[in-house]
């Protein structure tokens, strides 16, 4: 059995060593390799911008302190947007000590331990992410937050978020914020497991199979947004509700929601940009 040092650094040889894979398809741009392309600051203004494949992944965790929680299982789907299809899919449990989660996600501590090629998963994982344009999360912000830490390199990706920015107000049966299960059950799909990784990627890969308009959809969601707080009276705090503001989230003692120029104009309320 190999040692956790030689495991490590296994994992550190295959990182540097990863494929070049094909990023975006721009025209008359021929540094498309991931060295070369900052895809976490990259703005879809280009006329021909094409998004071919995404990633979607899941993360089930121990608890939501990445300071002392841990991973325990990985999920993605490598989805290609113009056909609507799943071209590959994994999902995989990393093992854990302890799961305070078990009660969630069902996961137990000692089946997490029960001999697997969790590090050769993790490498075909990567190999998904690299095929990929785009990530895609529900809740993003906290899928996010585990790459880079122990055993999960950093996803030098664009992330966009189905929960916060994807606008599914298209599908009127919607809350302004959908969960997972918000989301499937309104596309018609049946839901039968919920809180393990693979399972929701695959939730969100069939919302996805039923959007005609997931192009645009995709794009809309990668356009740059700015925090507001909602200007409302204490009598109309539902109106900012209704339309997806927080209490308390990124200011305190108000109701704020990142927004896109073009969301802004459907608001029944005034809001003010927040530095």
């Known amino acids: ?23 975006f398809d721009k025209d008359n741009i021929n540094q498309n390799s991931p060295e070369n392309f900052n895809q976490e600051t990259f703005e879809p203004n ?16 121990t608890g939501l302190d990445e300071n002392k929680d841990h991973v325990i299982e990985v999920g993605g789907i490598l989805f290609d947007v113009q056909s609507r299809s799943v071209l590959s899919q994994i ?4 093992p854990v000590d302890t799961n305070s989660a078990e009660h969630i996600n069902g996961i137990s501590a000692s089946v997490s331990n029960i001999p697997q090629p969790w590090e050769e998963a993790l490498k075909f994982f990567l190999n998904l992410v690299d095929y990929s344009d785009l990530l895609i999360a529900h809740n993003a912000e906290f899928d996010k937050k585990w790459f880079g830490r122990e055993t999960l390199p950093n996803l030098n990706k664009k992330w966009i978020c189905s929960l916060n920015d994807i606008n ?11 969960s997972v299960t918000d989301l499937a059950l309104a596309f018609g799909i049946p839901v039968w497991n919920l809180h393990r990784a693979l399972s929701d990627c695959y939730y969100l ?9 997931l192009e645009d959809i995709l794009l809309k969601a990668m356009e740059p947004k700015h925090i507001y707080k909602a200007i409302v009276s204490y009598e109309d705090r539902l109106l900012a509700k209704k339309a997806g503001f927080l209490w308390n989230n990124h200011l305190q003692g108000a109701w704020t929601k ?17 530095n």
């Open 168 to 178: 599914w107000s298209f599908k009127k049966t919607l809350k302004s914020r959908p």
């Open 46 to 61: 280009e006329e021909n911008f094409k998004i071919k494949r995404i990633c979607i992944i899941d993360t089930e965790t």
């Open 205 to 213: 890969s069939e919302v996805f199979k039923n959007c005609h308009d």
């Open 91 to 94: 999902s995989f449990l990393l």
């Open 1 to 23: 059995m190999e040692s956790s040092n030689t495991k490590k650094t296994n994992q550190l040889d295959f990182l540097k060593n990863k494929l070049n894979c094909e990023t």
């Open 258 to 274: 990142k927004l896109s120029e073009d969301e802004l104009i459907n608001l029944d309320f005034k809001v003010e940009l927040l």
